[in-house]
Nanobody, 125 residues
């Protein structure tokens, strides 16, 4: 089970931190990804992290502005979003999949097995 939280309304240039709390599986064996879906758009991958070795991935549009981190003691993954832009406005989802470190990090929707509910992020200009 995944529970996403932390969304809200923020002005452009501001920051928000999203949380994804996991339960029901061995957290360290999984990768957690963040996806977002804007109105009328397809869901896109934003970032992901391996909970075993901390390896990360970011889509180009958020590199240098977003930081993903994992707290294995709390079974929680965070997405710190800074320098937010109106185009970051979307519903953000977290997802989990079993991950073997020899594989590439899972970047696509189809790579993930478990999904949390979304949390709305709105960035005003």
């Amino acid at each position: 089970q995944l529970q996403a939280s932390g969304g809200g309304l923020v002005q452009a240039g501001g920051s928000l931190t999203l949380s994804c709390a996991a339960s029901g599986f061995t957290f360290e064996d999984y990768a957690i990804g963040w996806f977002r879906q804007a109105p009328g758009e397809e869901r896109e991958g934003v970032s992901c992290i391996s909970n075993s070795d901390g390896d990360t991935y970011y889509t180009n549009s958020v590199k240098g502005r977003f930081t993903i981190s994992s707290d294995n003691a709390r079974n929680t993954v965070y997405l710190k979003m800074s320098s937010l832009k109106p185009e970051d406005t979307a519903v953000y989802f977290c997802a989990a999949t079993y991950y073997d470190e020899v594989d590439d990090l899972p970047r696509y929707e189809s790579d993930y097995d478990y999904w949390g509910q979304g949390t709305q992020v709105t960035v005003s200009s």
